[in-house]
C-alpha cells in the first residue's frame, strides 16, 4: 500500500514483527522434534509444496479481497474485488472478475499499489517449495497446538532481496502428520519508506496470517486470509483491515493427471470432509 505522498528502501527485520495471539492456540514449546531433524522437516514440507502449488494449478476457485482503512469501528475506504481463476482449453490461466466496485480507499489515505496486486496473488497464499528454500533464512524455533493439530514451527526471513522479487517474511506452522505448511504469519517485503522525510513515495504492508484447510483430503489450499494493522506513514497512521477468501476449489479437467506420493489421485464425486484448523476467525 501507499499513501498519495512519499518512499526510500527499507527491510523489515524479522524481530519486528510482533506474533499475535490466537485463540485455541497452544504454548510455543522449544523442544526438538523427535525421530526427525528440523532439516528433514524443511526438505519435506518443501517437496510438498512445490506438489501443493503445482496441483492448485488444476483447480477453480473465488478468490474475494477486501481491504478497508478505518477510524475505530468507522469504514473510511474501502476495495473490494471478486473473481473466479478459470483456465482455457490449453490450460492457461484466466481471472473472471465477478465484483469489482469503484474503489474509494483514497478517501482514507490509501491506495494500492503493484506490490499489493502481487501480494493478493502470491505472497497471501505464501507458498515456499524446494527451488524457493535456499533463497529464505529458516529456523526451527519449537512445537505448537493449533487445535487438533500438532505443528512444527519455523520462522522464515529472505537471505537477499534480489531486484523488485518480493518475498514472504515471518513464521509458519507445518503439521506433524502431512508435513506440509497449514498456517502462515508475516509480511511481504521489503517495503520502501522515506527514512530520510525528503517526500518521496512510501510503500507500507500490514502483516497477516493465512489459515489453510485441506481440499480433496490431499492438499492443504489457502482459505482465508486476515490482517489488521497500523501503516506508519510520514504523513500519518492509516488503520488497515484486508479480509481475504478463497472459496469453492473445484479440479478442472478430464484430461488433467495429479499425482500424490508417485499415485495418481482419484475424482471424488463427492467432496470429503475438509480437515482444518478451527482457529479461522469469523468476520
Known amino acids: 500500500m501507499k499513501s498519495p505522498l512519499r518512499s526510500a528502501l527499507f527491510l523489515v527485520a524479522l524481530a519486528?514483527?510482533?506474533?499475535?495471539?490466537?485463540?485455541?492456540?497452544?504454548?510455543?514449546?522449544?523442544?526438538?522434534?523427535?525421530?526427525?531433524?528440523?532439516?528433514?522437516?524443511?526438505?519435506?514440507?518443501?517437496?510438498?509444496?512445490?506438489?501443493?502449488?503445482?496441483?492448485?494449478?488444476?483447480?477453480?476457485?473465488?478468490?474475494?479481497?477486501?481491504?478497508?482503512?478505518?477510524?475505530?469501528?468507522?469504514?473510511?475506504?474501502?476495495?473490494?474485488?471478486v473473481f473466479d481463476v478459470l483456465y482455457d482449453d490449453k490450460g492457461h490461466r484466466l481471472e473472471n472478475v465477478v465484483f469489482a466496485p469503484q474503489s474509494s480507499l483514497e478517501q482514507g489515505g490509501l491506495s494500492l499499489d503493484q506490490g499489493d496486486v502481487q501480494d493478493f496473488r502470491n505472497r497471501l497464499p505464501f507458498v515456499l517449495t524446494t527451488?524457493?528454500?535456499?533463497?529464505?533464512?529458516?529456523?526451527?524455533?519449537?512445537?505448537q497446538q493449533e487445535d487438533q493439530l500438532h505443528c512444527y514451527v519455523f520462522d522464515i526471513a529472505p537471505?537477499?532481496?534480489?531486484?523488485?522479487?518480493?518475498?514472504?517474511?515471518?513464521?509458519?506452522w507445518v503439521d506433524d502428520s502431512d508435513h506440509q505448511i497449514v498456517k502462515t504469519y508475516g509480511q511481504a517485503?521489503?517495503?520502501?519508506?522515506?527514512?530520510?522525510?525528503?517526500?518521496?513515495?512510501?510503500?507500507l504492508y500490514p502483516k497477516f496470517t493465512t489459515w489453510r484447510q485441506q481440499i480433496d483430503n490431499?492438499?492443504?489450499?489457502?482459505?482465508?486470509?486476515?490482517a489488521d494493522d497500523t501503516l506508519h506513514f510520514?504523513?500519518?497512521?492509516?488503520?488497515?483491515?484486508?479480509?481475504?477468501?478463497?472459496?469453492?476449489?473445484?479440479?478442472?479437467?478430464?484430461n488433467v493427471k495429479i499425482l500424490y506420493q508417485?499415485?495418481?489421485v482419484p475424482k471424488a464425486d463427492q467432496k470429503p470432509e475438509d480437515k482444518k484448523p478451527d482457529?479461522?476467525?469469523q468476520k
Do not use: C, M
Open 16 to 81: 519486528a514483527l510482533s506474533l499475535p495471539i490466537v485463540a485455541q492456540e497452544g504454548p510455543l514449546e522449544s523442544t526438538p522434534p523427535k525421530g526427525i531433524t528440523p532439516e528433514e522437516i524443511i526438505a519435506q514440507f518443501a517437496a510438498r509444496e512445490k506438489l501443493f502449488k503445482e496441483a492448485r494449478e488444476h483447480y477453480t476457485y473465488r478468490q474475494d479481497i477486501k481491504v478497508q482503512t478505518r477510524d475505530g469501528d468507522t469504514v473510511t475506504g474501502e476495495y473490494h474485488e
Open 131 to 143: 527451488e524457493e528454500v535456499p533463497e529464505y533464512n529458516i529456523l526451527y524455533v519449537g512445537q
Open 159 to 172: 537471505k537477499a532481496i534480489v531486484g523488485k522479487k518480493r518475498y514472504f517474511q515471518g513464521r509458519i
Open 189 to 203: 517485503v521489503p517495503e520502501i519508506r522515506d527514512t530520510k522525510k525528503k517526500g518521496k513515495e512510501e510503500h
Open 218 to 226: 490431499q492438499y492443504w489450499f489457502p482459505t482465508y486470509t486476515r
Open 234 to 254: 510520514n504523513t500519518g497512521d492509516i488503520h488497515i483491515r484486508e479480509i481475504v477468501k478463497y472459496e469453492d476449489y473445484k479440479r478442472f479437467g478430464a
Open 262 to 264: 508417485g499415485k495418481e
Open 279 to 281: 482457529t479461522t476467525p
